[in-house]
């Protein structure tokens, strides 16, 4: 069955720094893997996915995410962080159904000034 | 990118009264609509898929007849919260994706509900 695991509860980064927020899975056959965010009191928005291809993959707001078949990760990254990026990030991955999506506990993101 | 519209955002109701949340895909159909529960500081919990036309699949250990699920038309779906009481206060969301689509998933931006 397929399964998200999100490691981290919280991360903190300073202003500035490069940020990575990790995801691993376990999937039958080839995974389609999302990120998604969502700020306080807010539904969740699209960042990025990887369906196939190259394994970098470039979303929203400047974020980017990793995909890495031996690891099974697929880990957000963003280069520089700003305290607006603070949220709470969700990785997926596509379950049995075409559109069902398999969720991680999620990641709440601090961006300190 | 595609636009779902979710209603009320925020709505207060006394225990024992039953609710209406509405989902609707602005600029799209939606075959398939989820209806999710989320509680403080955890993940979406999937409560329901709603199919257009047809019953909706419901999670384990969710109650069909406490939520009923209403999917009527490609571009709406609708959750009443019948006979509401306090434990039944969180934070729904519902999500649609398009009719063929990768299974990306467009989000409504919630619906906090709280029961006196």
């Known amino acids: 069955a397929q399964s998200v695991a999100q490691p981290e509860d919280q991360v903190n980064v300073a202003e500035g720094n490069p940020l990575t927020v990790k995801c691993t899975y376990s999937?039958?056959?080839?995974?389609?893997l999302f990120w998604y965010v969502q700020y306080p009191n807010r539904g969740l928005q699209f960042l990025l996915k990887?369906?196939?291809?190259d394994n970098l993959v470039k979303g929203s707001y400047g974020f980017e995410a990793e995909f890495n078949k031996s690891q099974t990760s697929f880990h957000l990254k963003k280069p520089s962080a700003l305290v607006s990026d603070s949220a709470l990030y969700f990785c997926?991955?596509?379950?049995?159904?075409?559109?069902?999506?398999?969720w991680g506990a999620g990641t709440k993101l601090i961006i300190k000034p | 990118g595609a636009v779902v519209s979710q209603h009320p955002s925020w709505v207060i109701c006394k225990s024992g009264t039953s609710v209406k949340i509405e989902c609707r895909s602005l600029?799209?159909?939606?075959?398939?609509m989820f209806w999710y529960r989320q509680f403080p500081k955890q993940s979406l919990m999937l409560m329901a898929t709603?199919?257009?036309?047809?019953?909706?699949?419901?999670e384990q250990g969710v109650e069909k007849d406490k939520f009923l699920i209403n999917h009527a038309s490609l571009t709406l779906s609708t959750l009443t919260v019948t006979s509401a009481h306090p434990e039944d206060s969180s934070f729904y969301i519902c999500?649609?994706?398009?009719?063929?689509?990768?299974?990306?998933?467009?989000f409504g931006e919630g619906s906090r509900l709280t029961v006196l």
């Open positions: 999500s649609a994706s398009v009719l063929a689509g990768t299974g990306e998933l467009f």
């Open positions: 600029d799209f159909q939606a075959t398939t």
């Open positions: 709603s199919n257009e036309g047809s019953k909706a699949t419901y």
């Open positions: 999937v039958s056959g080839n995974p389609y």
């Open positions: 990887y369906i196939t291809g």
């Open positions: 997926a991955v596509r379950g049995d159904s075409n559109y069902q999506l398999i």
